[in-house]
């Protein structure tokens, strides 16, 4: 994807350039760049050195394609680009996104009606849970802000990540696991790996609504901690509660669950987790049982403590909640030069671990993980993919035809998918079906969580720490009869 953006801007500069020449209108929004960014010259110059060869080969496109999506993004007056995990879970996925926003800045597509950049950041409390702060590198601003409110000594040191927090109870580092929701064990990398180190913790505690496979994968002692759902009757001291969501326009917006809880004795995360605070720090420092007693009192504290919640709970009362605002919208950049950064990178010279190529080994395929029709998160709703033509079965490998010939199997056939990497480790799953499909030559794809197990756990995006699920790197082996056995028994 980094090499594509590079190409399409590649093109715009060779364009810009004979646009000069002839005195023709421009190709780049030179008063953007000028009143906006910084860094354009640096850019350029990475533009020049970038081969037109390195650009198609780590592209996948023929030049005519990439010239082809070039020539549509300079016609189009406005222009939003929308990027989601196909993008995130690489090793070089901050390169490309920077490369993303390179492009849209050369045709000042940011801050303009119409246009702008669009990182699909997934439902609501992935961007509630940032919006308010939870961050293993949680900002100084923050921490400040905690202190003066509330009057303790707010620790500094950074946490854990999900990655590292595997690598902590790995190696008995971390001891209690607690689980607000989700399916920790299932949707991380490195399945067998990360198993193992949530069964080195001393205690594993999961609050949730729903049962899933990671309450089957426990500490030294355990608890599955029933709580109410989002649509629930969440009645407390003061009476029925609503909590607040972030939508993916950063509006927020009160919900209030409508159904009859499925028992009594459910009691919503906030009360959980403020009655944990209450069993270890008493009323320190704050009465938890008094702001739980109406969540207005915590959202009053949120506003005394998170930018951009002033007046949180009269704001609330506007029809259809209140926008968070985007400051790069108006054009204001909140920068160390105050204006829009160009980002120069190299791209890549490997895209396949280096420790890989130096032993010698070549991989087959380079596998993506993706998810099926019937399928939301880690939770299957049923064993149909309307997507992609399959049913009643998920052990399957989407593979160009040729290539399943080129490997020496059949369409149909049973595999074993082994991932390459630097450790030693063997990492396989077993008794996938070769399913012919429509990808490039090289490619495959499957459906996670099941092939989870070939995403080593050391295999992240750079300064991201994100799993690289979109890029593994794998050969096929003929199905081990063995191997099916213990599929099956799984």
């Known amino acids: 994807d980094m090499a594509v953006m590079r190409g399409i801007a590649k093109f715009l500069l060779l364009w810009e350039r004979e646009a000069q020449a002839k005195g023709e209108p421009a190709v780049f929004d030179h008063a953007f760049i000028e009143a906006h960014t910084s860094g354009v010259d640096a850019y350029l110059a990475v533009l020049d050195a970038t ?127 607690i689980a607000l929701g989700g399916n920790f064990a299932q949707a991380t990398p490195d399945t067998p790996r990360t198993h193992a180190a949530l069964r080195n913790c001393e205690l594993t505690v999961h609050i949730a609504t729903k049962l899933n496979r990671s309450h089957l994968v426990t500490g030294r002692d355990a608890l599955i901690l029933p709580c109410l759902g989002r649509t629930e009757i969440d009645l407390q001291a003061e009476g029925p509660q609503g909590i607040t969501v972030e939508d993916t326009f950063s509006m927020v917006h009160i919900s209030h669950g409508q159904l009859k809880p499925r028992s009594p004795h459910l009691r919503s995360e906030p009360a959980i987790i403020a009655g944990m605070a209450k069993a270890t720090l008493g009323n320190h420092p704050i009465d938890w049982e008094w702001v739980i007693g109406d969540y207005a009192r915590i959202r009053d504290l949120i506003a005394d403590t998170i930018v951009g919640f002033q007046d949180f709970n009269a704001r609330l009362q506007q029809p259809g909640g209140f926008h968070l605002g985007n400051a790069a919208a108006e054009r204001e950049w909140n920068t160390a030069t105050g204006k829009a950064q160009f980002t120069p990178s190299e791209l890549p010279v490997h895209l396949v671990n280096e420790a890989v190529l130096e032993r010698g080994e070549r991989p087959d395929l380079i596998l993506q993980t993706l998810r099926s029709h019937d399928q939301y998160n880690t939770t299957l709703y049923g064993l149909d993919d309307r997507y992609r033509g399959v049913f009643g079965l998920r052990e399957v490998v989407f593979v160009n035809e040729a290539d399943i010939r080129r490997l020496g199997f059949e369409p149909g056939e049973q595999v074993d998918m082994v991932s390459l990497w630097e450790d030693g480790r063997e990492r396989r799953v077993s008794g996938f079906q070769l399913v012919p499909y429509d990808l490039p030559e090289g490619q495959a794809a499957a459906y996670y969580p099941e092939t989870n197990p070939l995403v080593p756990l050391e295999s992240y995006g750079d300064r991201t720490y994100t799993p690289t699920s979109k890029f593994v790197a794998i050969r096929l082996e003929k199905a081990r009869p063995d191997n099916l056995i213990h599929t099956v028994a799984e």
């Open 51 to 177: 081969s037109w060869e390195h650009i198609v080969e780590q592209s996948g496109l023929s030049l005519a394609e990439i010239e082809l999506a070039a020539r549509m993004y300079r016609k189009a007056e406005r222009v939003i680009m929308c990027w989601a995990m196909g993008v995130t879970q690489h090793r070089h996925s901050v390169p490309t996104v920077q490369e993303i926003i390179n492009l849209q800045l050369l045709r000042g597509n940011v801050g303009k009606p119409g246009a702008g950049l669009s990182p699909v950041r997934g439902h609501s409390n992935v961007q509630g849970d940032r919006t308010m702060g939870i961050d293993e590198q949680p900002p100084a601003r923050l921490l400040d802000a905690l202190q003066w409110r509330f009057q303790f000594e707010v620790p500094r040191e950074h946490g854990h990540n999900a990655v590292l927090a595997i690598k902590a109870m790995e190696e008995k580092r971390a001891k209690v696991f």
